[in-house]
C-alpha cells in the first residue's frame, strides 16, 4: 500500500526556517519521483520542486533560491528545507509520488500544516 | 510559463445534473493534464490523467476531454460525495489551476 506521510513543525517563526519530512512506503524512491506541493489556506495548490528517482531535483522558479530538496533512500525519507520563511509561506505542505514519469501526482501525503508567526 | 485559466471559480449543482468545469491553457499542452478532486479538509485525489484516463478505482461518471489549450472535466450524475473542490493541472511543468468549487444545489 502506497503511503506517504509528512512530518515537521507546526509552528516557524518569520525568517526562519522551514524542515519537513516527507517518509513513504509501499514504494521505491530510485523507482519513482517525488514533489512537494503546498497550499495556502482556502487558496489553491503550488507546485515546489522535485526529488526525481535517479536522485536529481528540480525546483519552483519562485522559489529556488530559498528551497532545498534531498533524500535518504535507506531510510525511505524526502526532506524539503526552505529558508527566510514569511507569513505568506503558511499553508498546507503535501508530499506527493509521480505517475511514473508523467508530472502527475497519483498519491499524497495528508499534508503538514505549517504556520508562520512571530 | 504556461499559465491555467479555471473556470468557474464556483457552482452548485442539484443532485442527478450533469457538470462541467473547464482549464484553458495559455498555450497548447498536448493533452499533459490531470484533474483533482479535493474534499473538505483532505488532501487531493488524482481523477484522470492524460486528459482523459480515468485513475483507478474512480467512479466512471467522471470523464475529460479536451485538446491542444481547453480542457474539461465532466460529472454525468452529480453525487453527494461529488460535493469538493477540483483543480487542473499541466503535468509537464507541473502548474495548477485555481480551483472550482463545487456545491451541492
Known amino acids: 500500500q502506497v503511503q506517504l506521510t509528512e512530518s515537521g513543525p507546526g509552528l516557524v517563526h518569520p525568517s526562519e526556517t522551514l524542515s519537513l519530512t516527507c517518509t513513504v512506503s509501499?514504494?521505491?524512491?530510485?523507482?519513482?519521483?517525488v514533489y512537494w506541493v503546498r497550499q495556502p489556506s482556502g487558496k489553491g495548490l503550488e507546485w515546489m520542486g522535485r526529488?526525481?528517482?535517479?536522485?536529481?531535483?528540480s525546483y519552483n522558479s519562485a522559489l529556488k533560491s530559498r528551497l532545498s530538496i534531498s533524500r535518504d533512500t535507506s531510510k525511505n525519507q524526502v526532506f524539503l528545507k526552505m529558508n527566510s520563511l514569511q507569513t505568506d509561506d503558511t499553508g498546507t505542505y503535501y508530499c506527493?509520488?509521480?505517475?511514473?514519469?508523467?508530472?502527475?501526482?497519483?498519491?499524497w501525503g495528508q499534508g503538514a500544516s505549517v504556520t508562520v508567526s512571530s | 510559463d504556461i499559465q491555467m485559466t479555471q473556470s468557474p471559480a464556483s457552482l452548485s449543482a442539484s443532485l442527478g445534473e450533469t457538470v462541467s468545469i473547464e482549464c484553458l491553457a495559455s498555450?497548447?499542452?498536448?493533452?499533459?493534464l490531470a484533474w483533482y478532486q479535493q474534499k473538505s479538509g483532505k488532501s487531493p485525489q488524482l481523477l484522470i490523467y492524460?486528459?482523459?484516463r480515468l485513475q483507478d478505482g474512480v467512479p466512471s461518471r467522471f470523464s475529460g476531454s479536451g485538446s491542444g489549450t481547453r480542457y474539461s472535466l465532466k460529472i454525468s450524475g452529480m453525487q453527494p460525495e461529488d460535493e469538493a473542490d477540483y483543480f487542473c493541472?499541466?503535468?509537464?511543468?507541473?502548474?495548477f489551476g485555481s480551483g472550482t468549487k463545487l456545491e451541492i444545489k
Open positions: 506527493t509520488r509521480e505517475r511514473r514519469v508523467s508530472g502527475v501526482m497519483d498519491a
Open positions: 509501499g514504494f521505491s524512491l530510485t523507482g519513482y519521483s
Open positions: 526529488m526525481r528517482y535517479n536522485g536529481d531535483t
Open positions: 498555450e497548447g499542452i498536448s493533452n499533459d
Open positions: 492524460a486528459a482523459s
Open positions: 493541472q499541466q503535468s509537464y511543468k507541473y502548474t
